[in-house]
């Protein structure tokens, strides 16, 4: 899967930010989390 370096940095910090919330729970690798937050977008659209 190829994204545009800007959605990949937005991403980035979206998944840095998540990973603090989510402390002490199962913690997605930032590839499975990509793919949510595509997933997530593509419904909205």
Do not use: A, V
């Not at 989510?22 to 989390?33: A, P, R, T, V």
């Amino acid at each position: 899967m190829e994204i545009n370096k800007e959605l990949y940095n937005i991403l980035l910090k979206e998944y840095e930010k998540e990973n603090e919330l989510l402390c002490g729970c199962e913690i997605l690798s930032f590839e499975d989390y990509i793919k949510f937050r595509i997933t997530e977008l593509e419904k909205k659209e």
